[in-house]
């Protein structure tokens, strides 16, 4: 079974910034596809903020374009967001997505655990 920890989040000030972290690992031999972050404030449904594909390719959602930079490492299998300037509707549950792909098995999409990001006024 795949597994994707988070690391990084917290509590900033708006303005401020934050890092976030993501690092696939377990389940044998596996490529990853597409990497990306999402996020779900309280009451909200879970939103997609940035998505990068194994070539690089980004998306982003508009609110957080210029401010935020999503990356990988596809040796390390590893997804980062680097959040810049950020702002108290930043705040949310921030959730890493991978999708795996393995022999004979195609392609399953896992998901972190969460860090909670929290940005005060």
């Known amino acids: 079974q795949v597994q994707l920890v988070e690391s990084g989040g917290g509590l900033v000030q708006a303005g401020g910034s934050l890092s976030l972290s993501c690092a696939a690992s377990?389940?044998?031999?596996?490529?990853?596809?597409?990497m990306g972050w999402y996020r779900q404030a309280p009451g909200k449904q879970r939103d997609l903020v940035a998505v990068?594909?194994?070539?690089?390719?980004?998306n982003y959602e508009d609110s957080v374009k210029g401010r935020f930079t999503i990356s990988r490492d596809n040796a390390k299998k590893t997804v980062s967001l680097q959040m810049n300037s950020l702002k108290p509707e930043d705040t949310a549950v921030y959730y890493c997505?991978?999708?795996?792909?393995?022999?004979?098995?195609?392609?399953?999409?896992?998901w972190g655990q969460g860090t909670q990001v929290t940005v005060s006024s």
């Open positions: 997505n991978a999708h795996i792909a393995r022999i004979l098995r195609g392609t399953t999409s896992y």
């Open positions: 377990g389940g044998g031999r596996f490529s990853i596809n597409d």
């Open positions: 990068i594909t194994s070539g690089g390719s980004t």
